[in-house]
């Protein structure tokens, strides 16, 4: 457990690692592996246990299918998203800084030449 709900982690495979996000869908993970990576991180992957089912109302109703979700992580336990994100510390693979937009896969491009509190 961590300092706070920013700085948190845990052991997953074995492996003492900061958790980067949980309940990551397999798009999300794969993006965050390639960005990670390419940054020198160790990552590591593993599958996130199912939320705790609802009963349903009807017996005979099937049981809701639960999306596959992962919980990723890395091995250096001082990473910590917000502080690489705001710190600037994190680049892409076309060289450019990694802003919040593109971390969180809103925006396809870095744009790292225009302040965060001038986006519209």
């Not at 706070?4 to 997953?12: A, S, V």
């Not at 990576?37 to 099937?62: F, G, H, M, Q, R």
């Not at 969180?104 to 790292?112: A, L, S, W, Y």
Request: with cysteine.
């Amino acid at each position: 457990m961590g300092i706070n709900k920013n700085h948190e982690f845990e052991d997953l495979d074995g492996v003492k690692c900061a958790i980067v996000e949980k309940n990551a869908k397999p798009a999300r993970v794969e993006f965050l592996k390639k960005l990670l990576e390419l940054n020198n991180y160790t990552v590591v992957i593993v599958k996130s246990p199912p939320p705790k089912a609802t009963v349903p109302v009807d017996p005979n109703a099937p049981p809701p299918v639960l999306p596959e979700t992962y919980t990723v992580g890395v091995t250096d336990v001082t990473f910590n998203m917000i502080n690489a994100v705001f710190g600037r510390l994190l680049r892409a693979a076309d060289g450019h800084i990694v802003t919040l937009d593109y971390w969180q896969q809103k925006d396809t491009v870095t744009r790292d030449d225009v302040p965060y509190y001038e986006h519209k």
